[in-house]
Structure formats: structure tokens, C-alpha cells
């Protein structure tokens, strides 16, 4: 879509300082020269933090520009394409300030690294996992761990990396990506973690009741947006230690700051987020990753170094991680400050504010019913199969899965050996045979017990807030359920197998008769209808 410019007379910023804006220059100067690739060898990346003016003059520039609207998903049906949704409005955004190549280098990197997940939201890049990808095995392959980026893919040459940490340390510190690698300097560890999206099976809530859909789009993520792999690098509170002599006791938290740039109502950063200090110094539960599954972190995942912050939501999980910085409190970023937060029921478009909900860091139990999908006709001899993950995060583990075939009244666990092994911060995978002798539509749901004693609240309701964060309900789905065991259901299925029919195609007329007249009227008159005068 071509990026459209708001025509402007005496009150334009352009006029005020006697520039021109012809889409490559503004204020009378190339948008090279504004807004500049300072570093060699680091692609796709803009200081803003460092550069107060840089900043004011984008959201100048910002201004004169029009842009297109924030797509609704919500109330009207969600596109059956892929990519779903097309991130016109930040694609625009990038291209204002000359940064149109992010936006194509980003793509190409989705086609190379992600091509087979299902495109929720083509830039900035967020990818789901598909089912039959979730269930391959406990750690989720490199190429089919789920996405979800702020902004564009900096691409970033790992001999041209630096890390910065400075703040609230006793010394500040660069440190090379080789110096971090060197196990003679810093000690080298893995760690198997689950991380999860806050909007992790968003789409039950907009179902129900729509909410906040948000500048950047709260995108209408299935079961699939979250995934578990083994990280290897160093953990933070060692580097803070080795390379800055510790941290100052007025530190509190630890920020991260990442190489990409994110917009926020006509203002534009670098990604920020930030974790407190107490987690940090729990030794390897804050980590500064350089690998994922046994290869390098791949681009699209953070390269060259990303931060994984285990139990907590995804986004602060930082990814491109180049400086660390040190503070009494968290960081000002307005993911950390005005996202990701979590409202009661009363609050919504009539009195949101950013100090009125509080910001999710840990994640809740939850888990979902991967196989079989919400309205599937299962045909079954008196057990049904289902298998899908449960998760809890702030170092929780999972101790029981339970599965309801009728809507959470009964509820059967699954057994011990038919979950994948514990891990402190990692998902278990799951599958049990389920009693089922009723027939027609039945609700299945799951709902984890966690090591703590948490369960999931059973309804989505319970779980509904306006930002559409952490639904963490007890996870649902309806089957039509075909009993075969049943002497007149399977009658009824060699019929229509005789007919060349099937019972999948449930709501398709059955165009032969269903019983002979003869049939019909001994049955009839064995049960009369009216009764006797």
C-alpha cells in the first residue's frame, strides 16, 4: 500500500522549519542523514534511546504523515489467508523514516527461517506454530518455534557485536560476543525453556467478548504462540558480577534494550523491557542467549544474542540484546510501561489507564487441547484420544493434567507416564484415551495443576480482560461424538458406507432413506404416539 502524506499549510512541521518533505529528505535533509546506520556491520539498527533529538524529529516528521488504519479483527471475521492480517500502518511507519529495506529484509528472513508457520501478521513479524508442528516432540524445532517481534529484523554481523552494560554497576562493561562465548571468562550453560506469548489463545477471548485492539495489534493468536527450546549462553547475574564488579545497591531492575525500533503513538524507541533484580540474581534464571537447540540463535530469534528471561511472558524476553542498563526502577519503555498489563473486569475503552491495570510478568498455568480441533467428528469404539501442552511459569512446574469430557463436571488425569519429563521452566507435553460412551456433541476441556496447587479458572470469562492478555481459562472444545460400538451406530455407518458416504460429512444431507416403510411402521405402532382414551 503506498504511504499517502497529510498536506499541510502554515501549521505543518515541515513548514514551521522550512523543510520539504519529497519522502527522502525532511527539514531540508536526507532521511539518511536524520536517522543514520552509525554502526558498520549492524543492519536494520537506529539509536533512539541516546538520541533525544533523533527522536523529537521523527515524531515531526511522524505528523505530516497519514496512515493507514489499524485493521479490525474483532468484530467482523478474521481474514482466511496467509499471511492473516498485513501490517500496512508499520510498514508505513518504517518507510516514513526511509527504512523501507527493514521491512523487505524482515520478510525475506520469514521466508527463509519461518516459511511454513501461519503468518498471523506479516510485519511486524508474528508467527504461530501449527499444530501438528507443536506436538512433534518436547523441544520445538528452530523453524517452527512461534514469533512474535515488535518491530523489524536488524541484521547484525557477530564479529561487528558489542554489549553494553552500564547503569546502576559498579564499573560499566563492553563485552564482544566472542569474549561472552570464551568459557575461560564467563561461565557457559543450557537451560530448557518454554517461552509463551501473553496473548497465547487470545482468539477465546475475542470469541466472547472483543476488548483493546491495541496500536500494534493484540493479534488473534491460537494454542500455537509459544514453544520450548534448550538456550545455551551466560547467565546474566554473571556477567553483571565478572565483567562490572556487581550492581550498585540502589539497582532494582535490570532493563533490555534491543537493536530494533518500535512505534508507539507517534513516538518512536527501541524495543525496552526490563526484569527486577531479585529474579536476575537467581543465578540461570536470566540468561543472555547466543544459541537455540544446538545452533546458533537463528536471525529472526534475536541474533546475535537475545535475553531469556524463564517463566516470565515473552516479551521480555528481549531479542537483538546490545545494552543492559542497570535501574533503581523498571524501564520506561512503553512495552514495559504501557503494555502488557492486566485490568479487572471494569476496565475498559471508558477508563483504561496505564497506572490503573498492573504489568504481567509471570506467567499463569495454562494449557490447550491440541488434537482433535474444535468441531471435529470423531468416530471412536469407546475412548477418545487427545493430547496437547500444559505450562506454568515462575519456575512451576506442571503436576497434573486433567481432561473433562463433558464440560468440567468429571475430570480424568492423565497418567504420569504419558506426560514428556519436568523441567523448572519448561511445558509437558501430553496425550490420554478418554472414556467416552455418550454420542453427539460433547464438550472436552483440560485444565493443569501446577507444583504451587494453581489450576485454571474454568470459564473464559473469569479470565477476560481488556488487553486480551493470559487466557489461562480452562481450555475448550466441542466434538460430535460417533460410538461405533453401539449396535444401530454402526448399522448406520456401513449404510452410509454402502452409499458412499460419509458420517464426517456431518451436516450433509444423507440422500438415501434413512429406514424402509416396513421398519418405520412396525416401530411405529410397537410405541403408538397418542396414548389410549
Known amino acids: 500500500m503506498a504511504l499517502s502524506f497529510v498536506k499541510h499549510h502554515h501549521h505543518s512541521a515541515a513548514a514551521a522549519h522550512g523543510g520539504v518533505d519529497d519522502g527522502r529528505s525532511f527539514m531540508g535533509q536526507p532521511l539518511s ?180 485492539g491495541d496500536e500494534l495489534i493484540n493479534a488473534p493468536w491460537g494454542e500455537g504462540a509459544i514453544g520450548t527450546a534448550v538456550y545455551k549462553g551466560v547467565p546474566l547475574k554473571k556477567v553483571l558480577k565478572i565483567a562490572c564488579g556487581g550492581v550498585l545497591p540502589e539497582c532494582k531492575h535490570l532493563e533490555f534494550i534491543g537493536a530494533d525500533t518500535y512505534f508507539k503513538k507517534g513516538q518512536v524507541f527501541n524495543y525496552a523491557v526490563s526484569a527486577p533484580w531479585r529474579k536476575v540474581r537467581m543465578n540461570e534464571e536470566v540468561l543472555l542467549a547466543y544459541e537455540m537447540n544446538g545452533q546458533p540463535l537463528p536471525k529472526i530469534h534475536g541474533a546475535p544474542l537475545r535475553v531469556v528471561v524463564t517463566g516470565y511472558i515473552g516479551a521480555r524476553s528481549c531479542k537483538w540484546v546490545y545494552r543492559v542498563n542497570a535501574l533503581a526502577e523498571p524501564s520506561m519503555g512503553p512495552v514495559q510501561r504501557q503494555e502488557y498489563l492486566y485490568y479487572t473486569q471494569q476496565i475498559g475503552k471508558q477508563n483504561a489507564k496505564y497506572s490503573n491495570g498492573f504489568s504481567i510478568q509471570n506467567m499463569p498455568v495454562s494449557s490447550a487441547i491440541i488434537h482433535p480441533t474444535d468441531k471435529q467428528v470423531i468416530v471412536h469404539d469407546g475412548t477418545v484420544k487427545l493430547e496437547g501442552w500444559a505450562y506454568s511459569g515462575g519456575g512451576n512446574w506442571v503436576e497434573r493434567v486433567e481432561v473433562s469430557p463433558d464440560g468440567g463436571h468429571v475430570w480424568y ?37 501446577d507444583s504451587s496447587n494453581n489450576t485454571e479458572p474454568t470459564f473464559v470469562r473469569s479470565a477476560w480482560n481488556w488487553d486480551l492478555h493470559v487466557t489461562s481459562s480452562c481450555h475448550r472444545i466441542k466434538l460430535y461424538s460417533v460410538n461405533r460400538t453401539r449396535a444401530q451406530t454402526a448399522a448406520r455407518l456401513r449404510l452410509l458406507a454402502a452409499h458412499g458416504a460419509s458420517i464426517l460429512d456431518l451436516s450433509k444431507p444423507f440422500e438415501a432413506t434413512l429406514e424402509d416403510e416396513e421398519t418405520y411402521l412396525t416401530a411405529y405402532r410397537a410405541h403408538a404416539r397418542e396414548p389410549l382414551s
Open 413 to 449: 488425569a492423565v497418567p504420569e507416564e504419558n506426560l514428556t519429563e519436568k523441567h523448572y521452566f519448561a511445558w509437558r507435553l501430553w496425550h490420554i484415551e478418554l472414556p467416552v460412551d455418550a454420542e453427539g456433541w460433547l464438550e472436552f476441556c483440560v485444565r493443569t495443576w
Open 33 to 212: 542523514t536524520l536517522f543514520p546506520e552509525e554502526r558498520d556491520g549492524w543492519r536494520g539498527y537506529i539509536e533512539w534511546e541516546k538520541a533525544p533529538e533523533r527522536k523529537r524529529i521523527a515524531a515531526e516528521l511522524l505528523k505530516t504523515k497519514q496512515f493507514t488504519a489499524i485493521p479490525e479483527f474483532q468484530f467482523v471475521p478474521i481474514p482466511k489467508r496467509n499471511p492473516v492480517l498485513i501490517g500496512y500502518r508499520w510498514k508505513e511507519y518504517h518507510e516514513a523514516i526511509g527504512w523501507k529495506s527493514i521491512v523487505d529484509y524482515s520478510w525475506a528472513t520469514v521466508q527463509r527461517e519461518k516459511p511454513d508457520l501461519i503468518h498471523l501478521l506479516d510485519f511486524p513479524y508474528n508467527g504461530e506454530t501449527r499444530r501438528d508442528q507443536l506436538m512433534r516432540g518436547k523441544l520445538t524445532d528452530n523453524m517452527h518455534h512461534f514469533i512474535r517481534n515488535h518491530g523489524g529484523v536488524p541484521d547484525i554481523d557477530e564479529d561487528a557485536f558489542r554489549l553494553e552494560v552500564g547503569g546502576l554497576v559498579n564499573r560499566p562493561a563492553e563485552i564482544s560476543l566472542k569474549d561472552l562465548k570464551d568459557p575461560n571468562k564467563f561461565p557457559q550453560v543450557e537451560l530448557t525453556v518454554t517461552l509463551q506469548c501473553s496473548g497465547t489463545r487470545r482468539i477465546e477471548q475475542i470469541a466472547e467478548y472483543p476488548g483493546d
